[in-house]
């Protein structure tokens, strides 16, 4: 890797075939800004070799040919894992095409990267490389690494200034409070649930103290199944709103819905709890004041 490195997590971000283009370009760009002086000073070589070897005649010593490649220029390329199948471009085009007709994306990776730094393993040269994997928010990251700091800070800033403009509101669901407001709605739906099914239950039962022995049973069953419901849930929160959303129109259009459903339903739980939490407030200040 090189001497200075910027990095970051990408959380929460809308990737679709303009955003594709859109990140192709900045590192293009800084591809071909970088490059230039390079290939100037090969093709400034190339005349002075020869008129050399003209000025010298038979007599005039061998010429070394000069380079027609400089480890130190800078190629972009982008890989696609799509359908459990994964392809490296150089043509983002053919990028976008398989974006626009895989069934599933995977993963995408955009990369600008010199010859240097491939035949080092990174420990030399210039790099910029943007990984997106919904399936794993860790693995999702901007890396950028450069002998230079200055190019280092603008290729980072470059392509972590566009990732801001493209964020979504998948925070509002991912984030550290869902996991609790899951266990939250399913204690009060396994206390509620638990207190019909024992009313239900105890009348029924001949032996002594019914209601409460009926009551615990339910909370212990219905708590045992909630651990596994409450996983699934979860997992399907990250499924609907991922962390990195491939968006294609003609593809997701039921997600959409589903996504819409589940805010809802959110939206009316939370709601609900309030208003429960607030009846039961009053009811034990109530109860108090009495």
């Given at each position: 890797?090189?001497?200075?490195?910027?990095?970051?997590?990408?959380r929460?971000?809308?990737?679709?075939?303009?955003?594709?283009?859109?990140?192709?370009?900045?590192?293009?760009?800084?591809?071909?800004?970088?490059?230039?002086?390079l290939?100037?000073?090969?093709?400034?070589?190339?005349?002075?070799?020869?008129?050399?070897?003209?000025?010298?005649?038979?007599?005039?010593?061998?010429?070394?040919?000069?380079?027609?490649f400089?480890?130190?220029?800078?190629?972009?390329?982008?890989?696609?894992?799509?359908?459990?199948?994964?392809?490296?471009?150089?043509?983002?085009?053919?990028?976008?095409?398989?974006?626009?007709?895989?069934?599933t994306?995977?993963?995408?990776?955009?990369?600008?990267?010199?010859?240097?730094?491939?035949?080092?393993?990174?420990?030399?040269?210039?790099?910029?490389?943007?990984?997106?994997?919904?399936?794993?928010?860790?693995?999702?990251?901007?890396?950028?690494?450069?002998?230079?700091?200055?190019?280092?800070?603008?290729?980072?800033?470059?392509?972590?200034?566009?990732?801001?403009?493209?964020?979504?509101r998948?925070?509002?669901?991912?984030?550290?409070?869902?996991?609790?407001?899951?266990q939250?709605?399913?204690?009060?739906?396994?206390?509620?649930?638990?207190?019909?099914?024992?009313?239900r239950?105890?009348?029924?039962?001949?032996?002594?103290?019914?209601?409460?022995?009926?009551?615990?049973?339910?909370?212990?069953?219905?708590s045992?199944?909630?651990?596994?419901?409450?996983?699934?849930?979860?997992?399907?929160?990250?499924?609907?709103?991922?962390?990195?959303?491939?968006?294609?129109?003609?593809?997701?259009?039921?997600?959409?819905?589903?996504?819409?459903?589940?805010?809802?339903?959110?939206?009316?739980?939370?709601?609900?709890?309030?208003?429960?939490?607030?009846?039961?407030?009053?009811?034990?200040?109530?109860?108090?004041?009495?």
């Open positions: 890797m090189g001497q200075f490195v910027r990095d970051q997590i990408v929460n971000i809308t990737v679709d075939e303009a955003a594709i283009n859109e990140i192709n370009g900045i590192l293009s760009q800084r591809r071909d800004t970088y490059n230039a002086p290939i100037a000073a090969m093709q400034a070589k190339t005349p002075a070799a020869a008129a050399g070897a003209a000025a010298g005649g038979a007599q005039a010593a061998p010429q070394v040919a000069p380079p027609t400089d480890p130190k220029m800078l190629v972009t390329t982008s890989v696609i894992r799509f359908d459990r199948k994964g392809y490296r471009y150089f043509d983002i085009k053919e990028t976008i095409r398989d974006f626009r007709q895989a069934e994306v995977e993963r995408l990776i955009f990369t600008l990267e010199s010859l240097q730094s491939r035949q080092s393993n990174r420990v030399q040269g210039n790099y910029v490389e943007l990984w997106l994997e919904p399936a794993d928010p860790s693995r999702t990251t901007l890396v950028a690494s450069s002998d230079d700091r200055d190019w280092c800070d603008a290729a980072f800033t470059s392509v972590s200034e566009y990732l801001r403009k493209i964020g979504n998948n925070a509002i669901i991912r984030n550290g409070w869902t996991p609790a407001f899951v939250l709605l399913g204690v009060v739906i396994i206390f509620l649930l638990s207190l019909w099914a024992a009313a239950i105890s009348p029924r039962l001949d032996i002594e103290n019914p209601f409460a022995i009926s009551l615990l049973f339910v909370l212990l069953l219905l045992n199944i909630w651990t596994y419901v409450s996983q699934q849930i979860l997992r399907a929160t990250d499924h609907f709103f991922p962390n990195v959303r491939f968006a294609r129109p003609h593809k997701d259009k039921m997600q959409w819905l589903i996504q819409a459903l589940i805010g809802g339903l959110f939206t009316a739980v939370a709601l609900w709890l309030i208003g429960t939490m607030y009846d039961l407030a009053g009811t034990l200040i109530l109860s108090f004041l009495k």
